[in-house]
């Protein structure tokens, strides 16, 4: 029988953290959690909102597929995010769900301080008034459903309502995925599938 590993001895930081909300307790620190994510990759998406004042965008590696039937996804983003506010109050969104030939577009979207509509000729607005990239791997417009406050992020639920699909995915195939994982992009593949 194999034992399993114990965890991870506490640090002196993580022992002196309480937090009292809903009376949990002791809590790791912020980069014990960090630590604990930083091996854990995560599947890469854009996500795009209208505003009152344009269009806004933001990288997300925590976009999750909850049901099918009806066609729901999950996804936090963070409060520091100048997205954020105009992608909290917005009732429709576009997600894209990238591969590896749409890093650039992962990287723009995770960049602060630029203008991610600049280039006219990249994206364009749907017909319901949603900005969507153009060449992605595929995208959802979702109604959004459920909002939830989750510590310094907000969890979205949102409902597909309209999808396209730029490159399929054949069932068993790496399709090209794009991941990010320990603060940087990766590319799966053959080299990277356990039979």
């Excluded at 993580?14 to 009292?20: G, P, T, V």
């Amino acid at each position: 029988m194999t034992s399993l590993p114990s965890a991870l001895p506490p640090s002196e930081d993580d022992a002196a953290r309480h937090h009292s909300a809903h009376g949990i307790g002791p809590t790791v620190s912020p980069d014990t959690f960090k630590a604990l994510f930083r091996g854990h990759p995560g599947g890469v998406a854009v996500i795009t909102a209208e505003g009152e004042h344009g269009p806004v965008a933001l990288t997300a590696s925590s976009v999750s597929s909850v049901s099918v039937d009806p066609p729901l996804m999950i996804f936090s983003i963070s409060s520091l995010s100048s997205a954020t506010p105009t992608i909290s109050a917005a009732e429709s969104i576009v997600v894209h769900l990238l591969d590896a030939d749409d890093v650039d577009l992962a990287r723009l979207g995770a960049t602060s301080g630029v203008d991610r509509f600049a280039d006219t000729s990249t994206w364009s607005r749907l017909a319901t008034g949603e900005p969507v990239y153009h060449g992605v791997r595929a995208w959802a417009r979702c109604a959004v459903v459920s909002r939830m406050d989750a510590g310094d992020s907000t969890v979205i639920a949102a409902q597909a309502v309209q999808a396209s699909i730029g490159r399929h995915v054949e069932p068993g195939d790496h399709g090209n995925a794009l991941v990010y994982h320990n603060r940087s992009w990766h590319r799966l593949g053959e080299h990277s599938r356990f039979e």
